[in-house]
């Protein structure tokens, strides 16, 4: 049985494979170029790694506006729902490859919020009816 998501060098195993995911697909890739030209991955995924130990394990690392940060990226890189898709697919796949219990489920329950959210905010959510 796989463990549960217990540390916060779970979660950076985590976002180390869901970037591998994202920066190999050529639709999501360019989101990151600037990050990855300017040699900042590692630093971002320690960022990232921070704000998802915040909501875990109830720490107070991340001092960002995730939102305000992605409304910036829009401004040059317009999100298309497609993306959020592809965001919410590959995290769920990465961290269901290694993990299993109530902190994986809420996990990836926030991120699924999470990319609802923006794409409300960015008006790129639109209802299955």
């Given amino acids: ?3 549960d998501i217990s540390t916060r060098k779970d979660i950076k195993q ?6 591998d995911y994202l920066l190999a ?13 300017d040699n900042e991955l590692e630093h971002h995924l320690e960022i990232i790694t921070d704000f998802w130990n915040d909501i875990l394990f109830d720490t107070n690392k991340y001092q960002n506006n995730v939102m305000q940060k992605h409304l910036q990226k829009n401004a040059f890189i317009e ?14 796949k990465t961290i269901e490859a290694s993990f299993t219990g109530e902190n994986s489920e809420r996990m990836k329950a926030r991120a699924q919020s999470i990319a609802t959210i923006m794409q409300l ?6 209802d299955k009816k």
């Fill in 1 to 3: 049985m796989k463990p």
């Fill in 79 to 92: 999100f298309k729902k497609e993306h959020f898709t592809s965001w919410v697919s590959y995290f769920l």
């Fill in 14 to 19: 985590i976002m180390t494979k869901f970037y």
């Fill in 25 to 37: 697909d050529k639709t999501m890739m360019p989101f990151f170029e600037e990050i990855v030209k």
């Fill in 121 to 126: 905010k960015m008006n790129l959510y639109h």
